[in-house]
């Protein structure tokens, strides 16, 4: 699986940005994607995820209620939506697909090269 992100940049605070991640390669495989965001100095930490079948999805504390995480099937694309940005979501953001295989049950995660985010006060 290979993962591909872009849409990030530089917005003032209240603005909006749509990050967008293109699959390809064995997308079938996939049992969940999300995105997550590294600040400088910072672990990495999770800011949505969305589930391949019924499509849940969940979201950090943090941004909720501001992001809005979706997907296109066909276009095997993932996106966050990001409205309201404040200078604390500046990050690079990066995309995650997860395969669960089950003999042996082993996890596999997936990363794009990330994409930087820059909220400005």
């Known amino acids: 699986v290979q993962l591909v992100e872009s849409g990030g940049g530089w917005v003032q605070a209240g603005g909006s940005l749509r990050l967008s991640c293109a699959a390809s390669?064995?997308?079938?495989?996939?049992?969940?994607m999300g995105w997550y965001r590294q600040a400088p100095g910072k672990q990495r930490d999770v800011v949505a995820t969305i589930t391949s079948g019924a499509g849940i999805t969940n979201y950090a504390d943090s941004v909720k209620g501001r992001f809005t995480i979706s997907r296109d099937n066909a276009k095997n694309t993932m996106y966050l939506q990001m409205n309201n940005l404040k200078p604390d979501d500046t990050a690079v953001y990066y995309c995650n697909a997860i395969e669960f295989r089950t003999v042996p049950l082993t996890r596999y995660d997936y990363w794009g090269q990330g994409t930087q985010v820059t909220v400005s006060s």
């Open positions: 390669g064995s997308t079938f495989s996939i049992n969940a």
